[in-house]
């Protein structure tokens, strides 16, 4: 069974950093893409980046582009987002997905962008 859990969401400032984590199981973690989306209030789910498992190479969207980056540690079958310059209009609920799509994903973490 897959099972991804998030952790590192919190309340920051404008300008601020977090460090998301999403810790994996129930599936070879070292051979599957990964990716992050969130969802902010009353709005659709937004793909917010990916990375391949075998190349490391990394995708992002153009509204995180150069303020994110997503990493991975498959001795530890652990995800990472790192999240600077954070805007207020990036407070939402950060998921990690197993694949490219939008499920399977976890239970999510808050993070909340505010003054």
Same mark, same amino acid.
């Given at each position: 069974?897959? !099972?991804?859990?998030?952790?590192?969401?919190?309340?920051? !400032?404008?300008?601020?950093? &977090? =460090?998301?984590?999403?810790?994996?199981? *129930?599936?070879?973690?070292?051979?599957?893409?990964?990716?992050?989306? =969130? !969802?902010?209030?009353? $709005?659709? &789910?937004?793909?917010?980046?990916?990375?391949?498992?075998?190349?490391? =190479?990394?995708?992002?969207?153009?509204?995180? $582009?150069?303020?994110?980056?997503?990493? =991975?540690?498959?001795?530890?079958?652990?995800?990472? &987002? !790192?999240?600077?310059? &954070?805007?207020?209009?990036?407070?939402?609920?950060?998921?990690?997905?197993?694949?490219?799509?939008?499920?399977?994903? *976890?239970?999510?973490?808050?993070?909340?962008?505010?003054?």
């Amino acid at each position: 069974e897959v !099972q991804l859990v998030e952790s590192g969401g919190n309340l920051v !400032q404008p300008g601020g950093s &977090l =460090r998301l984590s999403c810790a994996a199981s *129930g599936f070879t973690f070292s051979s599957s893409f990964m990716s992050w989306v =969130r !969802q902010a209030p009353g $709005k659709e &789910l937004e793909w917010v980046s990916r990375i391949n498992t075998v190349s490391g =190479r990394s995708a992002y969207a153009d509204s995180v $582009k150069g303020r994110f980056t997503i990493s =991975r540690d498959n001795a530890k079958n652990t995800l990472f &987002l !790192q999240l600077n310059s &954070l805007k207020i209009e990036d407070t939402a609920v950060y998921y990690c997905v197993k694949g490219l799509g939008y499920t399977p994903r *976890g239970q999510g973490t808050q993070v909340t962008v505010s003054s």
